[in-house]
C-alpha cells in the first residue's frame, strides 16, 4: 500500500465584527472611496465641494454621533458620571491658548491629537478583528500595536515637521533623526511581513480581516501625506479629508450596529430614553448626528467667525476623542461586549 503526501489548504481566519459583506463595505472598504477622492485631488478636482461633502455629510456628524450613546443614555450618564462635563475645559482649552497669543501651537496640538485619534481607532479595529480570532500572543499583539501605530503616526510627523516649523527640517541633527526613523519603520514593516510569513509556514491561522485592513489602511496614509507634502498651501485639509473619510465611514458603521444592538433588545430599550428613539431608524441616528453637527459646530463657527470661536469649536472634537478612549472599552463592559456581539 503506497502512501501519499496530501498538502492541506493553508489556514486563514475569517472572524468578521459583522458579517463578510459589512466588515468589506463599512469598515475596509471606505479606503476605496479614500483613494477616490485622493485621485480627483490629483487630478485637479476643485476642493471645496469635497471639504463641505466631508464636513456636513459624513465627518462633523460622526463626531457628534458620540452623542447618541452617552448624553442620550441616561444609564451612560450615569456610568461616564464626571466625564460628560469635560466638554466644558476642552472648549475653553483654545480660546485661553488664542488669548495668550499661543494660538499657532494649539493647532498644532489639536491636529496632531486628531492623527492620533484616527490612528488609535484604527488599532481599536485590529484588537476587534484580534478579539473574534481568538488571537491572543504577546508578540503578535506588540507587532500589530507598533506597526500600526507606526505607520501611521510617522508619516503625519514628517509632515508636520517640514511644515509647522520653518527651521526643524534643516539642522541636521533632525534630518539625520528622519532617516533613522524610516529605517526603524521599514525594519519594523519587514519585521511584521516576517512575522505572518512564518506563522503561514508553521500552519497558524491568518486574520484576514486585520491584515485586509492594514493593507488597505497603511499604505493610504503614506500616499495621503505624500500628496499633502506636494501641496503645502491646503495639504493639511487635502490628507484630513482622505483620512477623515475612510475613518468617519468605518465609526458611523460601528456606532450604528451598537445602538441597534443594545438599545432596540426589548432589555436595553427599557430605560434608554432618546438613545433608543433614535437607535429606531438609521434615518434617525443619522439625522441627529448631521443637526448636532450643524448646530454646534458649523453655526457658531459660520456666524461667529472670531478666533476665540473658531478655537473653542475644537472643543467638540475633543470631547469626542476623549469620550470614545472610555465608552469603547470591551473589557469590563458586558453591555457593550454584548452590543458588539462579542
Not at 38 to 58: N, Q
Amino acid at each position: 500500500m503506497s502512501s501519499q503526501s496530501i498538502t492541506l489548504p493553508r489556514p486563514l481566519a475569517a472572524n468578521w465584527i459583522i458579517s463578510g459583506r459589512e466588515d468589506l463595505t463599512w469598515f475596509i472598504g471606505p479606503a476605496i472611496v479614500s483613494y477616490a477622492v485622493l485621485a480627483l485631488m490629483a487630478a485637479g478636482f476643485p476642493l471645496t465641494p469635497l471639504y463641505l461633502i466631508w464636513l456636513l455629510g459624513i465627518d462633523g456628524p460622526h463626531v457628534l454621533a458620540t452623542v447618541t450613546r452617552t448624553y442620550f443614555d441616561p444609564a451612560e450618564r450615569k456610568r461616564l458620571g464626571l466625564w460628560l462635563l469635560v466638554v466644558i475645559p476642552a472648549a475653553m482649552l483654545g480660546p485661553i491658548l488664542v488669548a495668550a497669543g499661543a494660538e499657532a501651537f494649539f493647532y498644532i496640538f489639536a491636529i496632531s491629537w486628531l492623527h492620533y485619534h484616527i490612528a488609535k481607532q484604527h488599532f481599536g479595529f485590529v484588537m476587534l478583528y484580534k478579539h473574534k480570532a481568538r488571537e491572543r500572543g504577546r508578540t503578535d499583539y506588540l507587532l500589530d500595536r507598533w506597526f500600526l501605530l507606526t505607520s501611521l503616526m510617522l508619516p503625519f510627523g514628517r509632515f508636520a515637521v517640514r511644515n509647522f516649523f520653518s527651521v526643524l527640517p534643516t539642522l541636521p541633527a533632525v534630518q539625520r533623526l528622519d532617516d533613522l526613523l524610516l529605517v526603524a519603520c521599514a525594519v519594523l514593516t519587514a519585521a511584521y511581513l516576517l512575522r505572518q510569513i512564518q506563522k503561514w509556514n508553521q500552519g497558524e491561522p491568518l486574520n484576514t480581516p486585520k491584515l485586509m485592513l492594514l493593507a488597505a489602511v497603511v499604505p493610504l496614509q503614506w500616499i495621503a501625506f505624500g500628496h499633502a507634502t506636494a501641496n503645502p498651501s491646503d495639504g493639511l485639509m487635502r490628507a484630513g479629508i482622505v483620512l477623515g473619510l475612510f475613518h468617519s465611514f468605518q465609526y458611523h458603521r460601528l456606532m450604528w450596529f451598537h445602538n441597534r444592538n443594545r438599545y432596540t433588545d426589548p432589555e436595553g430599550e427599557t430605560g434608554a430614553g432618546l438613545a433608543a428613539i433614535l437607535a429606531r431608524r438609521v434615518v434617525y441616528y443619522f439625522g441627529a448626528a448631521v443637526v448636532l453637527n450643524l448646530v454646534l459646530a458649523v453655526a457658531p463657527a459660520r456666524f461667529m467667525p472670531s478666533p476665540w470661536v473658531k478655537a473653542a469649536v475644537w472643543g467638540i472634537p475633543f470631547t469626542h476623542y476623549i469620550l470614545d478612549s472610555k465608552i469603547w472599552r470591551v473589557r469590563g463592559n458586558k453591555d457593550l461586549a454584548a452590543a458588539l456581539r462579542l
